[in-house]
Every structure is written in C-alpha cells, then in structure tokens.
C-alpha cells in the first residue's frame, strides 16, 4: 500500500518504522527533517512538504494536537487540498470529538474519506508494533485498511461508522489512565509515608487487586520516580483530560473526576513539570506530603 506518514515524533516514527517494515510503499513528513532521516535509510521517501506526502493512497497523521492536525489538513497545500479524490487520510492522533467531527465532514465534501484510529501504548509498545488501535469510520476503508492497523498494532477494535465515536472512547481511556495515575500516587504518598516501600506495595498491589497492565505500567513509574525521558508529556495529559471535559460538556455529562484530574495537572505545568512524563502527576501527592518536588 502506498502511505503517506505525517508526524515522526515519539509514537509516530515508530508506527512508520512498522509500516516500512510490513513492506509498505512510505513517504514521511516532519517538520523538523532530521526526524525523518533513519526511516530514509531503511528506504522511506522522504518528503519536503504535506502535499508531497499525501501523493498515496493513504495518509495517516499521528500529531501533538488539535492545532497541529488542523494545521497540516486545512493548511495551504495541506491534506485536505492535497489528497486525492477517493484517498483515505487516517487520524491517529489524540484530537477532540468536535475536530474529529469537522475532519469527517471536510473529507466528504472534497471526496475523500476519513477514518479515526487512534491507539493505546507507549512508545515502547508502538516500537513492538503492540498497540491497540480503536478505529471508526466507513465500513469498506476500515476494512481496506486492516493491513496497516496490523503493522502496528496487536489488535483492532472496529467500534463505529462514525470517526468521532473513536476519538471519544481514546480520550476517555485516557482519562482513565490519569485517573489511576493520581490515585496511585495518593496511595503510594500514604504507604511510603509510613515507610513501605514503594516498589514492595506495588507487588502487592498487582499481585493481588490490580494485576493490569495500567498499574503494572504506571505503577513501575511511579515507584521508581522515573519521570524523564518523558513516554507522553505532562502538558499532553493536561490536554486531553481538557478535551475529555468538553466532550462532557457537550454531551451533557459531569466528570468530576476529570475536573480534579485537570486541576492536579495544572499545579504540575506551573511548577515547572510540563515536560516531564503524564505519571509525574501522581508524585504531587508525595511532594504535598514533605517529600521531593516532582523531577527533582
């Protein structure tokens, strides 16, 4: 399949690594160059522009946000004006349920068609090819598209014609993941406070009540402090816990929780934790209990 690949940061160059592993046809674009060089020397395309990587049948953006995938597909030369009639541009990005639903509506009226598929995991699970992708949209290009969500992922789950149902269902999985991160943190702050050790209560916790692959994941962050390099930024987890509440806005649905959530990650950004990994959220507890500030 010829794909065009727009976005090389930390998930994304290795989603495209898979693809042109799988023996795909694969054009990518960054907009920092030097990202884009070790998928040229297995043998990518290298493109100088959008416009140049939409020259496929299929696109996929995996970008940081809503301005960046708003950007590179209504741009000028972007892929809205660039992909050809009947072409597929896939979203695997974590954008909001209003610009999955303008995308949806943008694509059919220049002929094109859209497809959702955002994924779960971490980086080291996007290098494995292991992520699970959570696609919606018209039935014959999901269908057509199975060869690249099996690239990269160890299973699909087909939820919607509808691209925004997707978007939606990614948000609010991650939404729950920074659930778990501040209630872990809570609790590893009490326990340590009186002297358990961390990584100890962590074996008890997923050897008993929570033997998932959220806690083991989190958990193992959050009991070694290990907060940099960063999986997925702070500033990013405040993003999409701030798109999980408008999405419950509009839909008339309260998240307290989530509004907590967002509050925990603002008092992360202003003392200077923006860069740091999501999980550093949970360490506020600690700190807040006399321990060390977050990253330090």
């Given at each position: 399949m010829r794909i065009g690949f727009v976005g090389l940061g930390n998930?994304?160059?290795?989603?495209?690594?898979?693809?042109?592993?799988?023996?795909?046809?694969?054009?990518?674009?960054?907009?920092?160059?030097e990202?884009?060089?070790?998928?040229?020397?297995?043998?990518?395309?290298?493109?100088?522009?959008?416009?140049?990587?939409?020259?496929?049948?299929?696109?996929?953006?995996?970008?940081?946000?809503?301005?960046?995938?708003?950007?590179?597909?209504?741009?000028?030369?972007?892929?809205?004006?660039?992909?050809?009639?009947?072409?597929?541009?896939?979203?695997?990005?974590?954008?909001s349920v209003a610009l999955s639903q303008r995308l949806t509506e943008a694509h059919i009226a220049a002929g094109q068609t859209f497809v959702a598929a955002p994924v779960f995991g971490r980086p080291e699970a996007a290098a494995a090819g292991k992520l699970f992708v959570v696609t919606a949209g018209p039935p014959?290009?999901?269908?057509?598209?199975?060869?690249?969500?099996?690239a990269v992922g160890q299973r699909t789950f087909v939820l919607s014609t509808e691209p925004r149902v997707a978007h939606l269902v990614k948000l609010s999985g991650n939404f729950l993941i920074a659930s778990v991160i501040e209630s872990l943190g809570e609790a590893m702050a009490?326990?340590?406070?009186?002297?358990?050790?961390?990584?100890d209560y962590l074996e008890v916790l997923t050897s008993t009540l929570f033997d998932a692959p959220v806690y083991r994941t989190y958990g193992g962050?959050?009991?070694?402090?290990?907060?940099?390099?960063?999986?997925?930024?702070?500033?990013?987890?405040?993003?999409?816990?701030?798109?999980?509440?408008?999405?419950?806005?509009?839909?008339?649905?309260?998240?307290?929780?989530?509004?907590?959530?967002?509050?925990?990650?603002?008092?992360?950004?202003?003392?200077?934790?923006?860069?740091?990994?999501?999980?550093?959220?949970?360490?506020?507890?600690?700190w807040e209990a006399g321990g060390p500030k977050p990253g330090s």
């Open positions: 998930m994304g160059a290795a989603m495209a690594a898979n693809l042109l592993a799988a023996g795909h046809e694969l054009t990518v674009y960054n907009r920092s160059p990202k884009a060089r070790p998928l040229a020397e297995r043998g990518a395309t290298t493109a100088s522009s959008v416009a140049q990587a939409c020259d496929a049948d299929v696109v996929v953006t995996m970008l940081a946000d809503d301005a960046a995938t708003e950007a590179v597909t209504f741009g000028e030369s972007g892929i809205l004006s660039a992909l050809p009639p009947g072409a597929t541009h896939v979203a695997s990005s974590t954008i014959p290009a999901v269908s057509a598209l199975e060869p690249v969500f099996t009490l326990v340590g406070k009186a002297g358990v050790d961390r990584q962050l959050l009991a070694s402090r290990q907060f940099e390099p960063a999986g997925f930024a702070a500033r990013l987890g405040l993003k999409d816990v701030r798109l999980v509440l408008a999405a419950g806005e509009e839909l008339q649905v309260p998240l307290p929780v989530a509004s907590l959530v967002r509050d925990r990650y603002l008092a992360l950004l202003a003392g200077g934790g923006a860069e740091l990994d999501w999980s550093a959220m949970g360490e506020l507890s600690a």
